[in-house]
């Protein structure tokens, strides 16, 4: 069983920048890929990055390439992701995810979900 709990969201002016975590329970967080969803008001969830349980492979969404990095500490059994360059329209619920294997991260359907924390960017 894995519970994860997201925090660093808050409202931060276009050019800004945020980074958010989500702090792990279990002692085999090391084993588990990592992933991070968001999700706008009307919208779909959808992905934004995800990274392996050794950190080797990261994918990231198209829209937010060059601006936001994820990265994980498996001795504080946390990660991260760093959102620099914000814009109006990366305002979301940011949510983390867990899975043994990195496409059910990818896919969005993993075994596990945080409960989300809000990001605003203003204009």
């Known amino acids: 069983q894995v519970q994860l709990v997201e925090s660093g969201g808050g409202l931060v002016q276009a050019g800004g920048s945020l980074r958010l975590s989500c702090a792990a329970s279990?002692?085999?967080?090391?084993?588990?890929?990592m992933g991070w969803f968001r999700q706008a008001p009307g919208k779909e969830r959808e992905f934004v990055a995800a990274?392996?349980?050794?950190?080797?492979?990261?994918d990231y969404a198209d829209s937010v390439k060059g601006r936001f990095t994820i990265s994980r500490d498996n001795a504080k059994n946390t990660v991260y992701l760093q959102m620099n360059s914000l814009k109006p329209e990366d305002t979301a619920v940011y949510y983390c995810?867990?899975?043994?294997?990195?496409?059910?991260?990818?896919?969005?359907?993993?075994?596990?979900w945080g409960q989300g924390t809000q990001v605003t960017v203003s204009s």
């Open positions: 995810n867990a899975d043994r294997i990195l496409g059910t991260v990818v896919a969005g359907t993993p075994g596990y």
């Open positions: 279990g002692r085999t967080f090391g084993s588990y890929a």
């Open positions: 990274i392996s349980w050794s950190g080797g492979r990261i």
